[in-house]
């Protein structure tokens, strides 16, 4: 059996149908978890973080299943204007290597923005683009893209347009810290995991109160060894 099947999108602009690949939930299998959730796949070709992003081939139009099929006034005479007036017709509807994936997210990110998506969706491409990065030690271009989903993450919280998605409030608050804390900034990342251990009463996600428990020793630690 293939490790990838061809799932069927309908384009929320052009009303376009269009095949993109995605991987079988029988071969995605993570080898490894990093404390920001990013999973590790034993080969490329089974990394579902490749075809996160489908891109219509017909309009140029980029899209994760986050996305709300609500276009605000007047964003998608934008998009229209912006991506299919300039879109010339690539097609990533097969297999994708790490480029073309690359290549999805930051058509994504950008088509995000025009519509207006919110800032959860936003963060979510960012995310995974920044563990798209690290599976290829390329920690400039990671980092880089990890202070974009901190920054989202943050605004997402802020207006509270994570509600109702899968994303829960301690889970978001974790990421925040950790995303605090791998970009360097320790002050902060204790005060967000200091706010995750504070619901350990009233979350069924205890797991990940231990995990903020854990992150704020791994910090008090660090600081003792640089003493």
Known sequence: MDILY??????LVCKQTYTTKKVRSRFIRPIQHDTDFCSHYASEEANPLLYYVHVCPHCGFAATEEFSTYFPPRTLETIEQHVRAN???KNYGGVR????????YKLGIYCATLKKEKHIAIAGLYMRLAWL????????????????ALEQYVASYEADDFV???MSEVRIL??????YRRLGNEKQAIIYFSR???????T???GIVNMAYDRWQDIREEKKGAQ
């Not at 599976?135 to 990890?146: A, L």
């Not at 995750?196 to 009233?202: F, S």
């Open 6 to 11: 061809d799932r069927n999108i309908t384009c």
């Open 87 to 89: 879109w010339r017709g």
């Open 97 to 104: 290597t790490f480029r073309d994936a690359v290549d999805t």
């Open 133 to 148: 990065y690290r599976s290829k030690q390329k920690h400039e271009e990671e980092k880089r893209c990890m202070r974009f």
């Open 164 to 166: 109702h998605t899968h």
């Open 174 to 179: 974790y990421l925040i810290g950790e995303l």
């Open 196 to 202: 995750v251990i504070a619901r350990k009463k009233e």
């Open 204 to 206: 069924i996600e205890k």
